[in-house]
């Protein structure tokens, strides 16, 4: 089991840049590959980010590229999200979500573990 606890959601103007974290219960966060979604209503949610068990592989959906960074700090077994120019459009939840092993998965049913998000919020 790993309990997932996001914060550092808020209320931004645009061009204003967030750091978003996800603490997660446990020892068992090394051996978890870690990601970020996003959701607005009424969609689906959305791939941001993913980072591998030991933090030395990341990816990034295209729409993120450049302006969102994932890190993680497995001493404190923390996950992290940078998001820089922030935009309008990047308004939504982000939740944070763990999957045991090393993974490529991009699609939120591949997932595990899940957070229960934070709300970001760009002001135009």
């Known amino acids: 089991q790993l309990q997932l606890v996001e914060s550092g959601g808020g209320l931004v103007q645009a061009g204003g840049s967030l750091r978003l974290s996800c603490a997660a219960s446990g020892r068992a966060f090394t051996y978890h590959t870690m990601a970020w979604f996003r959701q607005t209503p009424g969609q689906e949610r959305e791939f941001a980010a993913r980072?591998?068990?030991?933090?030395?592989?990341?990816a990034y959906a295209d729409s993120v590229k450049g302006r969102f960074t994932i890190s993680r700090d497995n001493a404190k077994s923390t996950l992290y999200l940078q998001i820089d120019s922030l935009k309008p459009e990047d308004t939504a939840v982000y939740y944070c979500?763990?999957?045991?092993?090393?993974?490529?998965?991009?699609?939120?049913?591949?997932?595990?573990?899940w957070g229960q998000g934070t709300q970001v919020t760009v002001s135009s």
């Open positions: 979500a763990a999957e045991p092993g090393n993974s490529r998965a991009t699609r939120a049913e591949e997932y595990e573990y």
């Open positions: 980072i591998s068990m030991g933090g030395g592989s990341t």
